[in-house]
């Protein structure tokens, strides 16, 4: 199993001299073949380019800093089972997939006192595109070649707007049902830390089948893109 976490300014390409924070790469020895998954931050104001450090838990840009404002809790109480979690590839629709995806988070956050997160349709339309292009182009990371980066296509799709502050993040993966997917990012500390975050409130799940990396067997497999987020709307 290998994972990778980073922290990259809005529209940057994580590994060139423009990222903001390049997380160390570790790698663990299995039995299973190698199924990675991967994490990013970011946020900002009402202007775009300014990016959220992850570590200080802080929205900075142009000399100007100020922390995001936590919310009330409005935790809701811990789910029953979540159906067809242990699907396997094919075995139920692509919708069905995102919703068991979505009810596992939830689940998870309310184990630990954390809200529930609300699907949002924006969000759900930046993820969706982000893992269609990993899987068209067999691309793993938060950006692919010809593509924004994570904080323009949150911005594109409409979910910043009239907004005075927001924050948001990316957990991308691979696995063979959604348990296990959600299992992988549960220890992974990154991109547990994006799920189980107590300040965000949406987000958006993309699926599809076959996995984003060329020359793998990947019919037992599908691939997840999850955007989480947090906004502020003008006073």
């Known amino acids: 199993m290998s994972a990778v976490s980073k922290t990259v300014n809005p529209g940057s390409n994580p590994g060139s001299p423009a990222a903001a924070l390049q997380r160390p790469v570790s790698r663990t020895g299995g039995r299973e073949r190698h199924l990675p998954v991967t994490s990013a931050r970011m946020g900002g104001t009402g202007t775009a380019g300014r990016a959220w450090c992850a570590a200080a838990a802080a929205l900075v840009g142009m000399g100007a800093a100020f922390l995001v404002l936590a919310i009330g809790p409005g935790v809701a109480p811990a789910s029953a089972a979540c159906p067809h979690a242990g699907a396997h590839a094919h075995e139920i629709s692509l919708p069905k997939l995102r919703k068991t995806v ?67 993040a990316e957990n991308l993966g691979f696995d063979k049902t959604p348990r296990q997917m959600v299992k992988r990012w549960l220890h992974s500390p ?24 060329r020359g793998l067997d990947d019919t037992d497999l599908a691939t997840y893109t999850i955007v989480f987020a947090l906004r502020r709307p003008r006073r």
């Not at 982000?130 to 409409?158: Q, T, Y």
């Not at 990154?190 to 799940?205: A, E, I, K, S, T």
């Not at 993309?206 to 990396?213: E, L």
């Open 102 to 168: 979505t009810c596992l988070v939830n689940r998870e956050r309310s184990k630990r006192d954390r809200s529930r997160l609300k699907q949002n349709d924006k969000l759900k339309h930046a993820a969706q595109d982000h893992n269609d292009v990993m899987l068209a182009k067999e691309c793993f990371r938060h950006d692919c070649p010809g593509e924004p980066g994570l904080g323009r296509r949150v911005r594109r799709s409409g979910y910043t707007k009239g907004q005075r502050a927001w924050r948001f």
């Open 190 to 213: 990154f991109n547990r830390d994006n799920m189980l975050d107590p300040g965000f409130r949406d987000l958006g799940v993309g699926v599809g089948w076959g996995a984003p990396k």
